[in-house]
């Protein structure tokens, strides 16, 4: 089993950056991909980002190409999201999930393994 743990969400300005953080735990995750997916009030579960296990491939969705990177310490069993530029529409609770021998993956339902969620909250 893995347990995954997010951190670092709260309330930024419109304009400001954040670091999302998700320590994995039980079990190392230096051989899954990760993946950042987020969901808003009222609308379905959105992927945001995904890198492989060796953090040498990653995948940004369109809506946050340009403003977020994702990135992985192996050692450290953890992976981040830098999230600059924000703006209201980046409001929502964000998930971190692995997913076991898989390359970068922007399907939800391909992922084994899922946190409890961020909530990441940008005033106008």
């Known amino acids: 089993q893995v347990q995954l743990v997010e951190s670092g969400g709260g309330l930024v300005q419109a304009g400001g950056s954040r670091r999302l953080s998700c320590a994995a735990s039980?079990?190392?995750?230096?051989?899954?991909?990760m993946g950042w997916f987020r969901q808003a009030p009222g609308k379905e579960r959105e992927f945001v980002a995904a890198i492989s296990w060796s953090g040498t491939i990653t995948y940004i969705a369109d809506s946050v190409k340009g403003r977020f990177t994702i990135s992985r310490e192996n050692a450290k069993n953890t992976v981040y999201l830098q999230m600059n530029s924000l703006n209201p529409e980046d409001t929502a609770v964000y998930y971190c999930a692995a997913a076991n021998g898989r390359i970068v993956t922007p399907n939800p339902r391909l992922y084994d393994y899922w946190g409890q969620g961020t909530q990441v909250t940008v005033s106008s």
């Open positions: 039980g079990r190392t995750v230096n051989n899954y991909a």
